[in-house]
């Protein structure tokens, strides 16, 4: 038996006329991160159970994004009238991280919904279920990661000291994913038309979105760019490793997005998370 | 000093499947990007509670299905958020409403132990205590390194069995599945339930099972329609089951 300690006693008070909303949501998120050792246990869960008894596993992914990156980039290569070694690079990254943001992006609006189980039978913090989506995802993307090394290898592209700022971009884009997991998740829960919604805007944005082409080929449009919240996000992380450090409007651009979803999240989140439960 | 305060409790269920789900009737209904109450279909499932539930004692909710049973339980259990009142609990919280929820079917028995471990939120060095006991409650020999996939329904059983009680809350939520297992089992379990039973300040069990409440509860609260009807020692408000006013 577990020895419970005779520490003062938990206590778990809700009163309806005076809901707390603030606290409880900053509470969810301490806790929730707190729990990262379950969050992470379950996303591993997920992708053994996804793949199991599959040989390849998750490097089947890895395989499908090289298989992509070489058809694309010899074909594009060609339209553009680029060398491979020129364009490859710049392909290799782009296709990647968006990869890793379209899947984010689009699992986000399952996060709490896919849990719905667990929801409705154990009191969790919600944050923990939207870690477990992020972790999973993350874990997903590391597969491809090898690729882009891979491709700066065989075209000799080395990037500078500058590719250090490579890490600020991921951590720009964890930021981000952990509030679009939280809000979407929320989002997709009560209005289950969003996802589809969502499915079908992320195609969009892939071609609007320079991953197959780059923003200099739009000429006078490419001032225009960063508006595009992909597009900045993107760049954080393209910058540092083919650009010799992005353009800083491109930084300043998605500093702003990311402020604006982690407040579009926290905003929803105090408000509607003791809906949840509901919703799911 | 253990304790479970319930004023004015009221919880609406809304059913979003039925009506005013999907963002189109928000959008394009009569009342645009409008909240109307009465827009979306909403099932009272408890109204205005008021109770009291102190230290020692073992309260069965009684009541027909939809009474509100589960769902008292697991807005005491902290799932749910009522929409009108307050409540209060004091002292730490189990509950076995549903066993099986978050197992793992492709995880071994150990695994899921150390799953619901980190549910629980305990440390590493807990967890593996937490195996360890239940592997030796369990008696599943090889078993417990097998995926509970494999798993025969007495199995699993006795592995969830093993594994929700091995705890001590101060506040026991259960609902009525653990204590009318069948006869068989009953017999093994029977001293660890008692022990779990015994060793928590508060126990509020739902159940339809007379026998069950007579055994194990001091009071009963009758419920239905998520309203209380009855509140008292066991007897009476079982005679008032049984020859309804």
């Known amino acids: ?280 | 000093m253990a304790l479970i305060e319930a004023r004015g409790l009221c919880l609406d269920f809304p059913y979003y499947h039925i009506g005013a789900r999907s963002l189109k009737k928000r959008l394009m209904g009569k009342s645009r990007l409008h909240t109307d109450p009465s827009n979306r279909i909403v099932v009272t499932a408890l109204r205005n509670l008021d109770f009291r539930i102190g230290k020692g004692e073992r309260v069965a909710l009684v009541g027909p299905n939809g009474a509100g049973k589960t769902t008292l339980l697991r807005t005491l259990a902290g799932v749910y958020e009522p929409v009108a009142g307050s409540l209060t609990v004091l002292g730490q919280i189990g509950a076995l409403i549903d066993v099986a929820a978050g197992m793992d079917t492709e995880s071994t028995g150990r695994e899921n132990v150390r799953l619901r471990g980190l549910y629980r939120g305990l440390t590493d060095a807990e967890c593996d205590r937490l195996a360890e006991e239940v592997a030796a409650f369990a008696g599943l020999g090889d078993f417990f390194d097998v995926p509970i996939r494999t798993y025969s329904a007495g199995m699993g059983v006795r592995l969830s069995f093993a594994l929700a009680t091995a705890m001590q809350p101060q506040v026991l939520l259960m609902d009525e599945w653990f204590l009318a297992g069948d006869a068989a089992f009953m017999a093994k379990a029977e001293e660890r339930l008692a022990r779990l039973v015994g060793g928590a300040d508060i126990m509020v069990v739902a159940t339809h099972d007379h026998g069950v409440v007579r055994r194990w509860c001091t009071r009963a609260i009758r419920l239905e329609g998520g309203v209380i009807l009855a509140d008292g020692p066991v007897e009476a408000v079982l005679d008032g089951l049984a020859a309804p006013a």
């Open chain 1, 1 to 280: 038996m577990l020895d419970q300690t005779a520490a003062p006693l938990p206590a778990y008070h809700v009163d309806a006329a005076d809901p707390q909303r603030l606290r409880k949501a900053v509470e969810d998120v301490r806790l929730g991160a707190q729990r990262w050792r379950l969050a992470s246990t379950l996303a591993w869960l997920d992708i053994r159970n996804r793949y199991r008894g599959s040989v390849l596993g998750p490097f089947w992914l890895t395989l499908s994004t090289g298989a992509m990156l070489l058809g694309l980039g010899l074909l594009y290569s060609a339209l553009f009238k680029m060398s491979l070694r020129e364009y490859l690079p710049h392909l290799a990254v782009s296709l990647v991280i968006w990869n890793a943001i379209s899947q984010m992006v689009n699992d986000a609006t399952t996060s709490l919904t896919a849990s719905e189980g667990i929801i409705r039978q154990l009191p969790l913090p919600y944050t923990v279920h939207a870690l477990r989506c992020v972790m999973r995802n993350a874990i997903i993307a590391a597969h491809n990661f090898p690729l882009i090394l891979v491709v700066f290898l065989v075209c000799g592209h080395l990037p500078g000291p500058e590719a250090i700022l490579a890490i600020p971009g991921f951590a720009l884009i964890a930021v981000n994913s952990v509030a679009a997991a939280l809000f979407l998740g929320m989002l997709c829960a009560r209005f289950r038309d969003i996802g589809p919604i969502v499915g079908s805007t992320m195609q969009l944005a892939f071609f609007l979105t320079p991953i197959l082409w780059k923003p200099r080929l739009l000429g006078d449009w490419e001032a225009w760019m960063p508006f595009n919240p992909f597009y900045a996000i993107l760049e954080t992380v393209r910058g540092p490793l083919v650009e010799n450090g992005g353009p800083p409007l491109a930084w300043l651009a998605a500093i702003v997005y990311t402020v604006l979803t982690v407040t579009v999240a926290a905003v929803f989140f105090v408000r509607f998370r003791g809906r949840v439960a509901f919703w799911v």
